[in-house]
T-cell receptor, first 113, second 111 residues
Framework: NAGVTQTPKFQVLKTGQSMTLQCAQD?????MSWYRQDPGMGLRLIHY???????DQGEVPNGYNVSRSTTEDFPLRLLSAAPSQTSVYFC????????????FGSGTQLSVL | DQQVKQNSPSLSVQEGRISILNCDYT??????FLWYKKYPAEGPTFLIS?????DKNEDGRFTVFLNKSAKHLSLHIVPSQPGDSAVYFC??????????FGKGTKLTVNP
């Protein structure tokens, strides 16, 4: 049982490049979400999904897209990377939106030059 | 509008003493309160939670207290151990699907 798996662990991009951060969970969780962690800012919600085919915006959605075609996968797409998107990204999941205990992946450290 | 405030960015205590981490919230719709612990280079992990119908929940060395009238909760760690050194996030929930977190308090337990 792998839990929540994020890839890659590290990534360096140039401004304007696009990329996809992958997130997969094998716990059959309905709820999945993406957070970014910045110094002094804590964890801020980017996007979330309460089930396959359903996504919604969090606190800081601009510059990011998500989709949820399967229960297991919830990729985060950076459309045109900017230095302000340099951050550590965490994917998290829970059994449902009502069950609030989140399981987190180990994170992706992204640098945009 | 910051719904969740952890006003102490850092806290340093001696091994064996009590650590008290505080969290204040503004949204009266919150009905479930979680604490997460995060080590460097790892994802946060769930530590302890409390429902709004209770004012105290204890799990080993960790106790969470909830004061609904003051919209305040605290996490007590007794006795503190060096392995408790981490960042602790308060995460009140309820009334929304958006699960929000406080900014975190970095706890350092000195041997």
């Amino acid at each position: 049982n792998a839990g929540v798996t994020q890839t890659p662990k590290f990534q360096v991009l140039k401004t304007g490049q696009s990329m996809t951060l992958q997130c997969a969970q094998d716990m059959n969780h309905e709820y999945m979400s993406w957070y970014r962690q910045d110094p002094g800012m804590g964890l801020r919600l980017i996007h979330y999904s309460v089930g396959a085919g359903i996504t919604d915006q969090g606190e800081v959605p601009n510059g990011y897209n998500v989709s949820r075609s399967t229960t297991e996968d919830f990729p985060l797409r950076l459309l045109s990377a900017a230095p302000s998107q340099t951050s550590v990204y965490f994917c998290a999941s829970s059994y449902s939106k009502e069950n609030r205990k989140l399981f987190f992946g180990s994170g992706t450290q992204l640098s945009v030059l | 509008d910051q719904q969740v405030k952890q006003n102490s960015p850092s806290l340093s205590v001696q091994e064996g003493r009590i650590s008290i981490l505080n969290c204040d919230y503004t949204n009266s719709m919150f009905d479930y309160f979680l604490w997460y612990k995060k080590y460097p280079a790892e994802g946060p992990t769930f530590l302890i939670s409390i429902s709004s119908i209770k004012d105290k929940n204890e799990d080993g060395r960790f106790t969470v207290f909830l004061n609904k009238s003051a919209k305040h909760l605290s996490l007590h760690i007794v006795p503190s151990q060096p392995g408790d050194s981490a960042v602790y996030f308060c995460a009140p929930q309820g009334g929304s699907e958006k699960l929000v977190f406080g900014k975190g308090t970095k706890l350092t337990v000195n041997p």
